[in-house]
């Protein structure tokens, strides 16, 4: 398993799709944490000094030495509902999307300063998991 995952909900997180992203994009363990939106406001006051809640957070762990995890990636359960219902899509969907995001910016891609990479990438995954489109890509849209 690459995704070792702590779920503070009662999300029914879909593991195996999220071990499939995986795989296709790295060999290295990637910790997921699913919670609510006042524990991620918390994080992202702490870590980004945004004092709001935000859909997903990711945290690469720097070097890349064998054996060290990529990273970890934290989702927030009440954007997976909101954003699903808003768009149309199942939360799983959703889940997978922002793990796709987060996944890309432990890889080292950056959607605010780069000229556009990220979104292809995005888009790319997106068409070989056969998912929605996702904010990054709606956004560009």
Known sequence: M???IENQTTFDTPLSELEKIASALTS??????????PTIQEMNAS???K???TDV????IEGRFEGVP?????????????KAELLGHTPEQE???LFIHGVLHLLGFDHESDNGEMRE??????KKFNLPDSLIVRTYK
């Open 2 to 4: 690459l995704i070792s």
């Open 95 to 97: 889940c997978q999307l």
């Open 70 to 82: 990529l990273g970890s990636i934290v989702i927030c359960v009440d954007f997976i509902y909101e």
């Open 121 to 126: 990438e995005e888009e790319v995954l997106i």
């Open 28 to 37: 290295k363990e990637i910790e997921l944490i699913i919670t609510d939106a």
């Open 51 to 53: 004092d709001m809640p």
């Open 47 to 49: 870590y980004r000094f």
């Open 57 to 60: 957070l990711s945290f690469p």
